[in-house]
T-cell receptor, first 111, second 113 residues
Framework: NAGVTQTPKFRILKIGQSMTLQCTQD?????MYWYRQDPGMGLKLIYY???????DKGEVPNGYNVSRSTTEDFPLRLELAAPSQTSVYFC??????????FGEGSRLTVL | GDSVTQMEGPVTLSEEAFLTINCTYT??????LFWYVQYPGEGLQLLLK?????DKGSNKGFEATYRKETTSFHLEKGSVQVSDSAVYFC????????????FGSGTRLLVRP
């Protein structure tokens, strides 16, 4: 059972570059979330989606964009990468009992 | 706004010691409360939850009771093992249209043999 799959696991970007973090879930969950985790900090919500075609901003959306064309996929786009976006990014989906299922994370470094 | 406050770590214990990790929350009303655990190099996993006041969540020897009078959800375990070494996150969520989770900053637990 794959659950939530994120790619890539690691990436180094130069300032100003763009990239997309991929997230796929095979549990047919409607709700999906992108969080970032900075060292010694909790998780901050970037964007979320309550179903295909619907997305909304979280706590820290600036510098990011998302789309949700299918139930399975919820990619996160970074435009014009900045050092402040160096972080570990987690994608999650919500099950029927309220539990969030997390991917293994994508570690991004912007130099 | 809503927030979750956890005790700062790291917490270092010897194997078989008693564990308490404090968690308090600020919210209007009565959210659902969760403890998630993150093992090194992995994503977060649900450890336990409680959805209403006085509920006790339990799993793998860990327990936490939803105390509305003290707005707390402290995590406890009677006898920790080396394999419990991880980062523990307290979180709250509203059963609204988004089901967003608000996380505390996490508490690192290190258990020594």
């Amino acid at each position: 059972n794959a659950g939530v799959t994120q790619t890539p696991k690691f990436r180094i970007l130069k300032i100003g570059q763009s990239m997309t973090l991929q997230c796929t879930q095979d549990m047919n969950h409607n709700y999906m979330y992108w969080y970032r985790q900075d060292p010694g900090m909790g998780l901050k919500l970037i964007y979320y989606s309550v179903g295909a075609g619907i997305t909304d901003k979280g706590e820290v959306p600036n510098g990011y964009n998302v789309s949700r064309s299918t139930t399975e996929d919820f990619p996160l786009r970074l435009e014009l990468a900045a050092p402040s976006q160096t972080s570990v990014y987690f994608c999650a989906s919500r099950g029927n009992t309220g539990e969030l299922f997390f991917g293994e994370g994508s570690r991004l470094t912007v130099l | 706004g809503d927030s979750v406050t956890q005790m700062e770590g790291p917490v270092t214990l010897s194997e078989e010691a008693f564990l308490t990790i404090n968690c308090t929350y600020t919210a209007t009303g009565y959210p659902s409360l969760f403890w998630y655990v993150q093992y090194p190099g992995e994503g977060l996993q649900l450890l336990l939850k409680a959805t209403k006041a006085d509920d006790k969540g339990s799993n793998k020897g860990f327990e936490a009771t939803y105390r509305k009078e003290t707005t707390s959800f402290h995590l406890e375990k009677g006898s920790v093992q080396v394999s419990d070494s991880a980062v523990y996150f307290c979180a709250l969520s509203w059963m609204d249209s988004s089901y967003k989770l608000i996380f505390g900053s996490g508490t690192r637990l290190l258990v020594r043999p």
